[in-house]
């Protein structure tokens, strides 16, 4: 992705989160140079683990910015971006759900949808043990998910009119 740094979601970020999606924008030029005469790794789920980090702060901001959750949540230790976001979250879990006063904000459930999609794909999927699936990637996946993170990022700040 070309010129990211004039982007919305890049302005939007703080200098920890550009830092993170720096360091994957680094991983994939890095790693692309290092193929051209090296044998490719196993997995490359750390390059998209930076991105998927800073992608849980701004889901954060944007949550707090809208006044989904409240600053105690935002700084505290028990807030969890998974359960908050998940749109299948069984009803005697759902106090404090984000979700559903997401989907109504940002006019339907369209864009809360593909946060979830981009949340599970490039967090949860990649970066949890299952013993009886392994989700290894490789480096184009990689990529693709840290340009899904910024895309998502991008359409968040446009489709629920977030002001920071």
Known sequence: ?????????WKYLDDSMRDLVRESFDLIT???QRLATGKPYHDYSFVVFP??????G????VFLDMRLIN?????????????ALSPTLPKRYRIGWVYGRL????????LPLKM?????????RVFHFF???????????????????????????????VNG
Do not use: S
Request: net charge negative; charged share 30%; proline share 1%.
């Open 103 to 110: 989907a109504n904000y940002c006019g339907g459930e369209e």
């Open 131 to 161: 013993p009886q699936h392994h989700e290894c990637i490789n480096l184009e996946e990689a990529t693709t998910l840290v340009r899904a993170i910024t895309e998502i990022m991008g359409k968040v700040l446009e489709g629920c009119r």
């Open 58 to 61: 701004f889901l954060k901001k």
């Open 116 to 124: 979830w999609d981009v949340w599970k794909r490039a967090r949860n």
């Open 71 to 83: 600053t105690q949540q935002f700084f505290g230790d028990n807030f969890r971006i998974g359960r």
């Open 30 to 32: 890095a790693e692309t």
């Open 1 to 9: 992705m070309e010129n990211w740094e004039e982007t919305n979601w």
């Open 51 to 56: 991105a998927a980090k800073a992608y849980e």
